[in-house]
Each structure stands twice: as structure tokens, then as C-alpha cells.
């Protein structure tokens, strides 16, 4: 399956990401993790995408799209995969189009989390991750049993910067006018399916595989 995860930030991708490229056996890759890697090694790629990612805006499209070419080139990727966090313009998705045709493979279906904003300012806020294992983490839905430890490798957790409130509110405002829209341009070629993002985390997944039963 090839499959893509959308929706605001805190809706919930990265951690269905994980349950489901578990339960479809493919790979996860998320560009906000790709770069969130290139800023720790603090690479070329890295100190450039910082200074967008700090103030909660876009990578530019061609630094993010050659990138996740170099990535769709790994050999895990080559029978499918789940992307998360991208494509999140119009143009990274016709430039997604443009690198699967070659290769002889399109989208099977694109899965929208719908949540409203409301309960995403709380997500965000309260979101912690594990600094060894990347596992995520949330203070007040999903906290672990010691305050700052992850309960799966024993990892410090840290709070990501562009979480802080007035990045935040610019992350979604750049959804709305930049990202939103892709969910029309999947909806006219019949690959969206969205699913309520609210609710335990394991419904939610329970709900996503559910919907995506008729993809496989
Ligand atoms: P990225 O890392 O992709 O951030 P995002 O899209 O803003 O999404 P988040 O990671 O914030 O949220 P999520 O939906 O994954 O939620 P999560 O599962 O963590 O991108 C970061 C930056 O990188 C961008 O701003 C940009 O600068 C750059 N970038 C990335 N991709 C790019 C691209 N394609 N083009 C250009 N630039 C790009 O959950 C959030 C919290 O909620 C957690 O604490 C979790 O425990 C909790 N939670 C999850 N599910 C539930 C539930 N059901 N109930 C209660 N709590 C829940």
C-alpha cells in the first residue's frame, strides 16, 4: 500500500503513523522527522530547514522534495510506504506524481485525521518525545509513569520547539492556507478517506485501519 497521512498539526499522524505502518508492514516516512534528524546531525540540510521549522513554517518545496526522493529510493520503500507530513502543498503533490510515474506506482488512498483546532492546541501543547526511541508522548492523554522518562527505553523526553503557542498558531494558520487544500485536490482524483481523529489513540487506529480495509 501506498499511503499518505494528512491533517493539522497534532492531529495525530505520527503516532497512527507508527500503529500502522506496524500493522500494514511499510515503512513509515515522515519529513518532519527527516529533517528533525538532519537539524540533530546538524547537517547542511539541517541548519537550512531549522530556520523554517523554528518559526512553524514550510521547508521550501525543492529542498523537501529531494529529499524524499533520496528517501523513496531506499529499498524498504520500493513495495509501499506511509508518508507523514508529506506532501503539504499543491506542488509537493504533483512533484510526488512526478517521482512515483518512473518508478510505475501511484497513491492508493489518502487518509485525512480530522480534528478540530480546539483539541489540537491541547495536543501540541502537552506533546513530549522520547529523545532515544522517538516514541510520543503527552503529559495529560498518554503520560508516562515518571514525569520526563519514557516508559519503552527508559529516554529523556523532550518538548519540541516548535511547539511553543505563538508557533503553533502560525502552524495552523500555514495548514489552513498551504495544506488544506490537497484535501479537495485527493478528494477529486477518489483516494480520501477521512476518519474522526478523536477519541483513545487504539480507537482511532482501529477506525483508520477499518477505513483503509478497502485500499489493501
Ligand atoms: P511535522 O513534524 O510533520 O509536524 P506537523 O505536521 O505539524 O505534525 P505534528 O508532528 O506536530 O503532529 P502529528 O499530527 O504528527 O501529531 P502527534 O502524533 O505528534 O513537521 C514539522 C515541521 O517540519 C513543519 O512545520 C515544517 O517546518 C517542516 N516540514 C515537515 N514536512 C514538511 C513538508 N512536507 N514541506 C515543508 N516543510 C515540512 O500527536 C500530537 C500529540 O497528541 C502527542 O502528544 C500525542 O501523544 C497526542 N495524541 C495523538 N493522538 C491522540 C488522541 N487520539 N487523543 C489524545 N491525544 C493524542
Excluded at 46 to 61: I, N, S, W, Y
Aim: overall charge negative; aromatic content about 6%; proline content about 6%.
Amino acid at each position: 500500500m501506498r499511503l499518505v497521512l494528512i491533517g493539522p498539526p497534532g492531529a495525530g499522524k505520527g503516532t497512527q503513523a507508527e500503529y500502522l505502518s506496524e500493522r500494514f508492514l511499510i515503512p513509515k516516512i515522515s519529513t518532519g522527522d527527516l529533517f528533525r534528524a538532519h537539524v540533530g546531525n546538524e547537517s547542511p540540510l539541517g541548519l537550512e530547514a531549522k530556520q523554517f521549522m523554528d518559526t512553524g513554517q514550510l521547508v521550501p518545496d525543492e529542498v523537501t522534495i529531494a529529499m524524499v526522493e533520496q528517501r523513496l529510493d531506499d529499498p524498504d520503500a520500493a513495495d509501499g510506504f506511509l508518508l507523514d507530513g508529506f506532501p503539504r502543498t499543491i506542488s509537493q503533490a504533483e512533484a510526488l506524481d512526478g517521482l512515483l510515474e518512473p518508478r510505475g506506482v501511484k497513491l492508493d488512498v489518502v487518509l485525512e485525521l480530522v480534528v478540530e483546532t480546539d483539541q489540537v492546541i491541547r495536543r501540541l501543547s502537552g506533546r513530549r518525545t522520547c529523545h532515544g526511541c522517538g516514541k510520543i508522548w503527552h503529559t495529560e492523554f498518554d503520560p508516562t509513569t515518571v514525569a520526563g522518562v519514557c516508559d519503552r527505553c527508559g529516554g529523556e523526553l523532550f518538548q519540541r520547539e516548535d511547539d511553543r503557542p505563538e508557533t503553533v498558531t502560525h502552524r495552523l494558520d500555514v495548514y489552513t492556507k498551504q495544506t488544506a487544500p490537497l484535501i479537495n485536490f485527493y478528494a477529486a482524483q477518489g483516494i480520501l478517506v477521512g476518519v474522526d481523529a478523536v477519541g483513545p489513540v487504539e480507537d482511532v487506529t482501529e477506525r483508520a485501519i477499518g477505513a483503509l480495509r478497502s485500499f489493501v
